[in-house]
């Protein structure tokens, strides 16, 4: 796996990502040239068709992402897959349709535009059939030996073996040893697996390692070029989470990450007030919309104030349009929200479910209590109960918390202490992780979200 804007990323995805790229820009490459057989260096230096080429790749993988075509878990289904495939240039052809219609002086001319589309269509099925059967072949495969067992070496190998766009083929695992499991047991099952597959990877995962990990057998093998890995730092890359069971203080505090320099911070909060500002102007035209909305639906204030807590455990107060009825937790105190909660009024539902509800959290960026990515903050009330009931809660108000972050577009929207425990350990694979490339792929992967109304919350 690569580590891109520190999240790990499988090579079969970036090779995917890659070749497509090319793919798309050869396409419509081609289609100017085969436009404009005598005059191809005047259209492409002199009309901009190098930048409007640029302009439609990014197009063509910003449809595909939207349609999920870079979504592993989704390309097991050929027919699905093709199908969606086949809905990326339809959607540019009517997007160019629209735009030479509109603004033809955009567009290269001479149909070298839908040249380009026919040659992107056969390109891109001919790659994605040519990518199906070359990750199949053996040379793709990494062959992997996990040492361990237990319920977490079992966990690993059956992700392992179910995210088939690891490439990764587990040929054995301790449990598969006959007997107890012994020092020697152990080193005689990994060397014999090792010799007559040609391991390329092992990876550690024994809870208790006194006496039992085989330790010449392991430098030996990786003397001999193998990796030999923590089984911690393989489910954090697979899952996109740190998990908490069987996580000790120490290794919070050797392990990478956890940096927060005065430059990083600095930058973090230029991009965050950046882009809430530009979010604002966005829907600026919608503000007075939602305001009567919210007047005519029910009685009550326009914003609803909660106290939230902060970096370093400081309570702010946080803003919210009202989406629920007057007094809504007067009988019952601080409750989390249901997803049927009668509470919730009717324009309350809507403004949940488009995320309009959030937009006053934009004050709390400008005022900097919040950070427009990052852990959600909680109310006091469950933080005290939480910090009682889940390891390490505390360090996730390490940074800021944000009106969106990694938890909320990895996890859905949780209202009982195990959801709690999920999103902690998503926070704390982006309080370790933290970098400016990630919160950009966070409000990225948060636009998807709200325009096709799918994900967490």
């Not at 940096?259 to 230029?270: C, D, E, G, Q, Y």
């Not at 702010?316 to 937790?329: I, L």
């Amino acid at each position: 796996m690569i580590r891109l804007f520190n999240v790990y990323y499988p090579v079969r995805m970036l090779v995917l990502l890659a070749v497509e790229t090319l793919v798309v820009f050869a396409s419509f490459l081609l289609g100017i040239l085969l436009a404009f057989p005598d005059e191809s260096y005047i259209a492409l230096n002199y009309r901009y068709g190098y930048l409007k080429i640029l302009i439609g790749t990014g197009l063509v993988l910003l449809c595909s992402h939207w349609f999920d075509l870079y979504d592993f878990t989704r390309l097991d289904a050929k027919m699905d897959m093709y199908f969606r495939l086949f809905l990326v240039p339809g959607l540019l052809a009517l997007s160019l349709a629209a735009i030479g219609f509109l603004f033809p002086g955009l567009l290269p001319g001479n149909n070298a535009a839908l040249i380009g589309l026919v040659l992107l269509t056969f390109g891109l099925f001919g790659w994605r059939t040519a990518y199906s059967w070359l990750v199949q072949q053996s040379f793709m495969q990494e062959k992997v030996y996990v040492l361990g067992m237990g319920e977490r070496a079992q966990r690993l190998v059956q992700g392992l073996r179910q995210r088939k766009e690891l490439g990764i083929d587990v040929i054995g695992w301790s449990g598969n040893v006959e007997g107890a499991l012994t020092r020697e047991t152990a080193a005689a099952h990994l060397m014999e697996l090792a010799a007559t597959h040609s391991v390329h990877r092992v990876i550690v995962a024994m809870p208790d390692r006194r006496g039992t990990i085989p330790v010449h057998e392991l430098l030996q093998l990786r003397l001999s070029g193998v990796r030999v890995e923590e089984a911690a730092s393989w489910l954090e890359k697979m899952s996109g989470r740190i998990e908490v069971e069987q996580l000790y203080p120490s290794w919070l505090i050797f392990t990478d990450g956890f940096r927060f320099s005065s430059s990083f911070n600095l930058m973090r909060k230029i991009l965050s007030t950046t882009v809430a500002l530009i979010l604002l102007l966005v829907v600026l035209p919608l503000l007075p919309l939602v305001i009567l909305a919210i007047k005519l639906d029910s009685e009550g204030p326009i914003l609803y104030r909660q106290r939230r807590v902060g970096r370093a455990g400081q309570v702010f107060t946080c803003y919210k349009f009202r989406t629920m009825r007057k007094d809504a937790e007067a009988d019952t105190g601080p409750t989390w929200a249901n997803d049927d909660d009668p509470r919730i009024t009717r324009i309350g539902k809507f403004l949940r479910s488009s995320r309009l509800d959030e937009i006053p959290q934009l004050w709390c960026v400008f005022k900097g209590d919040m950070a427009f990515v990052g852990p959600r903050p909680e109310r006091p009330e469950f933080v005290e109960w939480l910090s009682k009931e889940i390891p390490y809660y505390g360090v996730r108000h390490a940074v800021r918390p944000g009106i969106t972050g990694w938890a909320q577009v990895r996890y859905k929207y949780g209202n009982t202490p195990e959801d709690a425990k999920e999103k902690l350990q998503y926070d704390l694979f982006y309080i370790k992780n933290a970098s400016l490339g990630l919160d950009v792929l966070i409000m990225f992967q948060t636009i998807k979200i709200v325009l096709l109304g799918r994900g967490a919350q």
